[in-house]
T-cell receptor, first 111, second 113 residues
Framework: KAGVTQTPRYLIKTRGQQVTLSCSPI?????VSWYQQTPGQGLQFLFE???????NKGNFPGRFSGRQFSNSRSEMNVSTLELGDSALYLC??????????FGQGTRLTVV | AQSVTQPDIHITVSEGASLELRCNYS??????LFWYVQSPGQGLQLLLK??????LVQGIKGFEAEFKRSQSSFNLRKPSVHWSDAAEYFC???????????FGKGTRLSVIA
């Protein structure tokens, strides 16, 4: 099976802009979770989608949103970008929630 | 809420030496426990996991971890480190199969000849 695919791998955006990141899970996996990784805060959970419904949400402002499509692909959107949003955004898919498989991430730089 | 502590930010070991990375968690019951490894610029790869049963679990790449309830610990071990093991290691906990992972801050492993 192909692994978790995240696109794009790298992004540079300007403050105030918005950005959309994409995640294609492993075939058959219905759960997709998003994490933000920064040097200061480490790995923090953003949200999880299962069968097109948000099942869990972390403690992030409303500028961070996501959605999941019927084919389980997921997107996350960050509006009104701030410098502090610069991070590696990781997507993970799972079949039974007991084991998460991570993509290589999208490196977002906000300038 | 669960929390995870990895006391060592950076560890350096010689190639061929043994390795132990520490992980302590805070949670009232027995959580789901995981160790992940991350190479520079890459995503996370699952090394091993513990849900229940035998407290010594074997993982990939020759790693093992032992769950000690009395110490709230889940330390990762490897008897002989290879240069390719240099990476960042993350311990993670979940209250159950239905809750998100909570990660420790990670331990960076350097391997010297």
């Amino acid at each position: 099976k192909a692994g978790v695919t995240q696109t794009p791998r790298y992004l540079i955006k300007t403050r105030g802009q918005q950005v959309t990141l994409s995640c294609s899970p492993i075939s058959g996996h219905r759960s997709v979770s998003w994490y933000q990784q920064t040097p200061g805060q480490g790995l923090q959970f953003l949200f999880e989608y299962f069968s097109e419904t948000q099942r869990n949400k972390g403690n992030f402002p409303g500028r961070f949103s996501g959605r999941q499509f019927s084919n389980s692909r997921s997107e996350m959107n960050v509006s009104t970008l701030e410098l502090g949003d610069s991070a590696l955004y990781l997507c993970a898919s799972s079949e039974n929630r007991a084991e998460a498989f991570f993509g290589q991430g999208t490196r977002l730089t906000v300038v | 809420a669960q929390s995870v502590t990895q006391p060592d930010i950076h560890i350096t070991v010689s190639e061929g030496a043994s390795l132990e990375l520490r992980c302590n968690y805070s949670y009232g019951a027995t959580p789901y426990l995981f160790w992940y490894v991350q190479s520079p610029g890459q995503g996370l790869q699952l090394l091993l996991k513990y849900f229940s049963g035998d407290t010594l679990v074997q993982g990939i790449k020759g790693f093992e971890a032992e769950f000690k309830r009395s110490q709230s610990s889940f330390n990762l071990r490897k008897p002989s480190v290879h240069w390719s093991d240099a990476a960042e290691y993350f311990c993670a906990v979940a209250a159950s199969g239905n809750t998100p992972l909570v990660f420790g801050k990670g331990t960076r492993l350097s391997v010297i000849a």
